[in-house]
Each structure stands twice: as structure tokens, then as C-alpha cells.
């Protein structure tokens, strides 16, 4: 079963990783570098700060605690646990692979940082603003990050698949801790 599972994977990623254009190369690679996304984040920063006066920031600490952690981890219990091989480094398919710039990144790639990130972000601020345009928007921000490292040739799609239910577990987590910390600092008030 797990063999079968790894096979689909590898179908899968080949196939999405080789619907590519010159066009596309460009925009997945913009897309995938983390300056690209920064006036998102200061938007964000904006509408946090609008929206919850001076308890945005402990929302604002909240989110910078939750993307850190879950970076870290995702590479020390993940990527150097696992040791799975990203698409453009495994010999069995390398020749197959598509990627851009000639750049590969690391020589692991489960979990995909890329996607813990993005999907922690996408929840965490789902959550805080509890819009459903927002929402929709700022998730599908978080596929298409999660996408271009398939395009990229760099992750295959169980990478990214679980990068995105980790970030999507640490946003969670870390929304509901920067709700206690409110709420504990509302009742010293009282």
C-alpha cells in the first residue's frame, strides 16, 4: 500500500510539474520567493491593527511565534527525520523533472516549509478576521504558494499536502493561544 501510495505521488507530481510554459517559470518563481509575498503581509499588519487597536499585536506575536516554530520544525522533525528525497534530487526521476532557474533547494523535501508557512498564515488570519472573501482569498494565496513548489520541480504534491495540514494545525493552535493570552489580559483589567 505505502508503495503504491509513493508511486501516485511520483504520477502525480510528474504530471503537474510538466505543465509548464516560460511564462509560467516566471510567475511560480516570483511567486515562490518570500519577498513576493510582503505586501500581503504588511496588508495584513494593517487590517490587524485596525481591526484590534493595540491587542493586534499580541495576535501580530502569535502569528511571527507560529511561523517560526512550525519552520523549524518542519524541517528538524520532519525533513531530517523522514529523509525524502525532493523530486529534483531523487535519481529515479530526476531526468523527468522540470525545474526553474536550475535551483533544486535542499536535498529533503517532506514536509514543504513553503506550504507550512503559507497555511499557517492563511488560518491564523482566517481566523482573526472570520470573513469569508478574506478567506478565500488569503487560502487561495496559500494553494497556489503550496502549488509553485510542485511546479518548481522541488516538492512532490504528499510534501506539500503535508505542509499544508501542519500550518493549517500550528495556525490553529497558536490563533487559540493569542485568544487565551486576550483573555487572560482582559480579566487582570477587571
Not at 151 to 175: E, K, N, Q, R, W
Amino acid at each position: 500500500m505505502f508503495d503504491f501510495l509513493v508511486n501516485l505521488d511520483k504520477s502525480i507530481f510528474l504530471f503537474l510539474n510538466g505543465l509548464h510554459s516560460s511564462v509560467f517559470d516566471e510567475i511560480m518563481w516570483w511567486l515562490s520567493n518570500k519577498y513576493a509575498s510582503i505586501p500581503l503581509y504588511l496588508t495584513i499588519l494593517f487590517f490587524v491593527f485596525k481591526k484590534y487597536k493595540l491587542k493586534g499585536f499580541v495576535f501580530v506575536v502569535g502569528l511571527i511565534l507560529a511561523v517560526t516554530i512550525a519552520d523549524k520544525l518542519s524541517v528538524h522533525l520532519f525533513k531530517n527525520v523522514f529523509e525524502r528525497l525532493r523530486p529534483c534530487h531523487n535519481p529515479e526521476i530526476a531526468d523527468l523533472v522540470h525545474i526553474v532557474k536550475n535551483k533544486c533547494g535542499g536535498k529533503y523535501g517532506f514536509i514543504s516549509s513553503h506550504a507550512t508557512n503559507s497555511f499557517v498564515i492563511s488560518v491564523f488570519t482566517s481566523l482573526i478576521f472570520k470573513n469569508k472573501y478574506f478567506s478565500i482569498l488569503i487560502l487561495s494565496w496559500a494553494i497556489i504558494i503550496s502549488y509553485s513548489r510542485i511546479y518548481l520541480g522541488v516538492h512532490f504534491p504528499a510534501d506539500v499536502i503535508g505542509g499544508a495540514l501542519f500550518g493549517s494545525l500550528f495556525g490553529y493552535i497558536f490563533y487559540y493561544i493569542s485568544l487565551k493570552i486576550l483573555n487572560i489580559s482582559q480579566k487582570f483589567k477587571h
